[in-house]
């Protein structure tokens, strides 16, 4: 199994390498030559600020000599978060990460295609925390102010309503309504963390994925995409695209992701 550990800080790279990761450097931060990058053969690692970690994916996608075994299960975390045997574990230093991270593939995945995150469900946002965010939103649909709220409500409100009816148009149309009724639901295998079991699965994901990003960055290529809710909205309409495609098209299981940061 080939784990890309993906880092926009250069720290940690020898800890990451006894953990069985391939550590990769993406972003402004200048890291050594030991680390893998977004910048060689055909890359955007020009759009990273918009693309997050997808600029590594695209490097991935069209440098194909970044894979040695292609039947190897082949996946990704990051410098902060990692998969893990068992949920809710705390691990206060590498070696406690080291006894329970997964270095290689499990049995029970055996008859699966891909390995999402254990999911998070979504509840209630704080009603002054919806208002402060984008009252406008909450206008046009009030009910957010006193029941659960939807994946869809919460793109919506965070990130905002064009760029979600925008990039579902761009979709093929046999993944629309699909796409739409997954986003009313309250599931989301979060971080754009995902493990396949060989190569080609991950090739046809990218083969979906990348074509719509590209037509989303063309309809919004004199779009302000300023602050943290929409200079990475490229990374947060992956991020939800990404579960929804696997599920509809592979047969996916779950696996405990665990939060680490070395302080």
Known sequence: MKIFCIS????NFKEFKKLNLTPVGLGLNKFDK??????????????????????????????????SNPNDWIGFCSYRRFWTKRKNSK???FSELSKNIIQKPEKKWENY??????????????????????FFEVLKKPSMMYSNNTLEDQFRVF?????????????????????????NGYILHPYNMFICKNFNILTKFYNEIFPWLF????????????GYNKVRIYGFLAERFMPFWFIKN????TCPITFFEKK
């Open 215 to 226: 037509r989303c960055e063309k309809k919004f290529k004199n779009c302000n995409l300023d």
């Open 159 to 183: 990130h905002g309503s064009f760029y979600l009816d925008q990039a579902i148009d761009l979709l093929p149309k046999k993944y629309q309504e699909d796409f739409k009724d997954f986003l």
């Open 113 to 134: 295609d891909v390995v999402l995150g254990e999911p998070l469900i979504f509840k209630k946002i704080k009603n002054i925390k919806l208002v402060k965010e984008n």
């Open 250 to 253: 592979f047969k996916t299981t």
């Open 8 to 11: 926009i800080i250069d720290k």
């Open 34 to 67: 030991n680390w893998l990058n977004d910048k060689s053969g055909q890359n955007i690692s020009s759009k990273n600020l918009n693309f997050g970690e997808y600029t590594f994916h695209y490097s991935l996608w069209k440098n194909k000599k970044l894979i």
């Open 91 to 93: 691990p206060r230093n």
